[in-house]
């Protein structure tokens, strides 16, 4: 594929599970646009987020790190100014470079609201963010913040629409190349609310939902929340195919990549007492489509992760990836020049529990650190065996196998490939006890 300066534009949503999309495999036609970008373009059969929470999670996606190495292991804490990141070096080799809607990547003791210019990962030409505006905004009124903290408020429209408005206010203007980030709240649940919201008129159309298998054996909230969560998925799409037709009449779409995907995913509290924060497909596997920009189509059977995507990019846009990235370019793979070698996607989880884990093409396990305290703590030398899943006999992760003796062979294997992962990636040797759920 030539390399030239096309555009680029990230999407993404926040906590959607990867089966809400029905090129994955949902039933219920809530994504034809994002669908159709799918097939015309490349899915990645098995992407995962290397962090299963909302700013951690946005660390890797825009510095191409694991977050105890890019510094936002929890929710709170903010980018590093003097980090690299996939904007700040798309800006220095001539892109336009704009951000709108949530960011979460400034300190909390700075606000919910506007973002100081250093914790700003890069984007300097646009700029109409909320760091988290789950708490400077509802889902028909709040807040955006400018490039001078000047408030950009919106009323009486849904907050996925206004996004997409001033986005597409951004597109028409912006010269060329560009890299515009659209970062949506939805489907999250609105926190002081304590529930996910669809736009008006949309949780009726899906009173009787598809529930997805991993969610119906389990107690949560998953009965009360699956309406709004779908139908926030539903506008969203809707939003994605309105990004389209704003290229397609500037004339631009046949040279602008449409990369989709989200931070993790949700359980609904049926794996722990809230959404995520766990090791399960449904919190850490998301979806990863990349369309547009002349690139082939195909479906991409290879494991990969968050912190890919930022070499996508680069490489893409013919700009070299910086040596402390940690992720791999995804170029190569899509062209089918090359199989990606990487054997497992390695898992951090922090705020709920000190947890690790690996994901193989068969295999789940995940180890927790029993003394450490999640929100105090951004690592352990010291875990215990805490789940083990057979994917291949199990893709729903209804039985844990951690401590059983017919699989302890099975466990030892896995234990040293986390431990060595664990010492290549945080530079620290660590030690696994058995698991000791069983007798």
């Known amino acids: ?171 028409k203007k912006a010269q060329q190349p560009f890299f515009l980030t659209i970062s949506y709240l939805e489907p999250h649940q609105q926190n002081d609310w304590k529930r996910m919201v669809a736009p008006e008129g949309y949780a009726e159309k ?63 509290k049926t794996r722990n007492t809230e959404y995520k924060r766990s090791c399960h497909e449904s919190s850490v596997r998301i979806p990863l489509i990349i369309s547009g920009g002349r690139i082939p189509s195909g479906v991409i059977k290879d494991m990969v992760c968050t912190i890919d995507i930022p070499a996508t990019i680069l490489d893409m846009a013919g700009v070299n990836i910086p040596e402390e990235f940690e992720g791999e370019s995804l170029l190569p793979v899509i062209e089918g020049k090359k199989r990606l070698e990487r054997k497992e996607i390695f898992i951090q989880i922090s705020e709920y529990m000190v947890g690790r884990a690996i994901r193989t093409e068969r295999w789940k396990y995940c180890v927790v650190a029993p003394d450490k305290s999640g929100v105090k703590d951004s690592f352990s030398e010291n875990y215990i065996e805490y789940q083990l899943y057979d994917l291949y006999s199990d893709p729903y992760e209804l039985v844990n196998l951690a401590g059983r003796e017919e699989y302890k062979e099975v466990a030892g294997y896995l234990r040293e490939r986390l431990k060595k992962k664990i010492e290549e990636v945080e530079k620290i040797k660590i030690e696994i006890e058995e698991s000791k759920l069983y007798p």
């Open 206 to 268: 899906y009173r009787n939902p598809y529930v997805p298998p991993d969610l119906k054996f389990f107690p949560g909230d998953w009965f009360q929340q699956l309406p709004d969560y779908y139908g926030a998925v539903k506008r969203i799409d809707e939003c994605v195919g309105k990004i389209v037709e704003v290229l397609q009449e500037k004339g631009i779409f046949e040279n602008t990549v449409i990369i989709y995907t989200t931070d993790h995913g949700c359980h609904f």
């Open 1 to 171: 594929m030539e390399k030239e300066k096309r555009n680029f534009i990230l999407i993404f949503s926040d906590q959607q599970r990867w089966d809400t999309v029905g090129v994955y495999g949902n039933p219920m036609d809530l994504t034809p646009n994002i669908d159709k970008l799918a097939e015309n373009g490349v899915k990645f059969e098995y992407a995962f987020t290397n962090q299963p929470v909302c700013g951690p999670a946005r660390g890797c996606l825009f510095t191409g790190k694991y977050a105890t190495n890019h510094g936002v292991w929890k929710n709170g804490y903010g980018i590093n100014p003097e980090d690299k990141t996939v904007a700040s070096i798309m800006k220095e080799n001539g892109y336009v470079t704009g951000y709108v809607g949530k960011w979460h990547l400034s300190p909390h003791q700075e606000g919910a609201g506007a973002v100081p210019e250093k914790y700003r990962g890069g984007f300097e030409d646009f700029w109409e963010v909320a760091n988290v505006p789950e708490h400077t905004s509802h889902p028909y009124e709040g807040f955006l913040y400018d490039k001078d903290g000047k408030e950009i408020e919106f009323k009486g429209i849904y907050r996925v629409d206004f996004y997409i408005e001033r986005a597409i206010e951004f597109i």
